[in-house]
């Protein structure tokens, strides 16, 4: 039973980096590069002691690592007691930590991969039968390939960085295209999103099985996706994939509640940690030494970017994750990760009597639910992550698919907004106007975009909307915080609208595949979403053309009578 002080700090990433810290302070210098073992290792010496584990680094000799767990502050033993292993008890998801860009991100795979990055990159040459350790005995220390810069397919079709691209540039990129070195300064380029047309393929039966594995996907993603669709049908993906939660509160958080009854072990905080854990992995496996340390690398990855650089941090793990490996390379992985458990343990209960060819299924369809439903989806930050007040009345549910999209900026707030906190304050403050000063039932958009990477979630897939007045039961609105009159949103926002958040939405059922793309002027007179911003509309993809603008129609012979309508400013949504 921790005591008050022990269990003091929140469960913030912030006091992740603040243990991380203490820590480097106390192990001798020698033994900085594995300060994340040492914690893990301090919490009742839980650690890395899974078979796995051990075959991958030989985590046995990280045992002889001298550092005294008494001389942590009790803080940091609460602390690491609390998030050093991620588990999902019923709707209760445990060891996460709210981050400041306003994701939830699971602790255990983001250590995991650290660890992995600091021990190299490298390639595991795996077994040709059955290693199993007996009781008690040491594991084998792996075949360890050459360490080697990267480990990815190279597949045609990136485009290098350019220092002269900036953070509003990183989009949401196809899994089957890898992505460039993770160098300081590299930002990941235009690359066509995932598609429905551009799927990850069933391996024939004469598809040769993986001989290699990279030890740092492994820990991070390709055992958790595959051990998880073993457990689930293959018809669908695992109930829950990438559900989101709830915090008790967000200044000092404590619990952490899944919104979906039924999740299951992927959910969106352990897919953040993994994607972290293996991006920051990456990088540290190319970062000469001396390396830095841990919590300066933390500070800046969920802070302004990795060495100054805008598009290496949180807000984009999604975009930096599908550049990170091809979706062939990863189905790889994950195929060879379920070969390398099963000849660790071949009385494993889910893998025992499994040919190569059900592995592989396995895998492929581990992949493609990944490489689609998450990573091919923009990274939304649900109600109760910026504050929402209720709902006032009963909302009237949508009848999906629903065949439009509304465009709209806010006009008011009037400027982007950047981070977390100005996005939430922006949502709150808009969501108090409808309200209390329109007398709206909740907020009138169903998602807003800020500049910051993320969506946000305003009446969302399901509630009919306040948007778009005499249209709402009939499409989705979706607003950029904003005033587009005279400029554009950041690319990455316009990304999303284009392409990420309708794809993501078809594939749901959501939204109709046909569907049209409309500027709330052509439905309302209005000056919404903006002259700039409607402008670039006209040239997307699904932009109906046919419905003209109501500002620029001419009155009706009765409306000559009459005074002219007035064109209502941008923020009379209805």
Known sequence: MLSGQQASLPLLMDSVIQALAELEQKVPVTEVCHTASVWQLSAHNFGPHNPLYHFLFGGWRLKTMKLDPSVLSPELQGLTEKVIQHNVQGRQEYGVVLAPDGSTVAV???????????????????????????????????????VVPDVRVTIPGLKDASSDINSTDVRAMSPNVTATDLNVGAIFMDVPAPSPDNQTSLPDAKAKSPTTVDSLLVVTLAR??????????????????????????????????????????????????????????DYLSRA??????????????????????????????????AALTSAPALTQQVWGTLILLQRLDPAHSQLKGMSQQQLAQVATHATKEFTEAFLGCPAIHPRCRWGAAPYRGRPTLLSLPLGFLYVHHTYLPSAPCTAFVSCAANMRSMQRFHQDTRGWD???????????????????????????????SRGFGVAFV?????????????????????????????????????????????????????????????????????????????????????????????
């Not at 040709?128 to 040491?138: F, M, N, W």
């Open 108 to 146: 255990e795979p983001l250590l995991a991969g650290l660890e992995a990055g600091l021990q190299g990159h490298r390639v595991i040459n795996l077994p040709l039968e059955s290693i199993a350790t007996p009781p008690g005995a040491r594991a084998t220390i792996p075949d360890v390939g050459a």
């Open 224 to 281: 958790n996706l595959g051990l998880t669709f073993l457990q689930g049908s293959q018809a669908q993906s695992p109930p829950g994939l990438g559900a989101e939660g709830c915090w008790d509160q967000l200044s000092f958080p404590r619990n952490f509640t899944l919104l979906e009854p039924e999740v299951s072990p992927l959910t969106t905080a352990f897919l953040n940690g993994a994607l972290d854990g293996a991006l920051l992995g």
């Open 288 to 321: 000469p030494e001396p390396r830095p340390p841990l919590s300066h690398l933390l500070r800046q990855y969920y802070g302004a970017g990795v060495a100054g650089d805008p598009g290496l941090r949180s807000n984009f793990r999604r975009q930096n994750g």
């Open 442 to 472: 909740d907020i009138g958009y169903s998602f807003v975009l800020g500049s910051d990477g993320y969506v946000y979630e305003g009446r969302g897939w399901y509630w009919v909307g306040a948007h778009t007045l005499g249209h709402n």
């Open 482 to 574: 904003g005033n587009y009159t005279a400029e554009l949103p950041a690319k990455a926002a316009l990304r999303t609208v284009r392409d990420v958040l309708p794809r993501c939405a078809v594939r749901a059922g959501f939204l109709q595949p046909d569907y049209a793309l409309l500027g709330h002027r052509q439905l309302v007179r209005t000056t919404c979403p903006g002259e700039a911003l409607f402008h670039l509309l006209r040239t997307w993809p699904h932009f109906d053309a046919n419905v003209k603008p109501r500002t620029a129609r001419r009155a009706s012979r009765r409306s000559k009578r009459k005074p002219p309508p007035r064109t209502l400013p941008a923020t009379d949504l209805q």
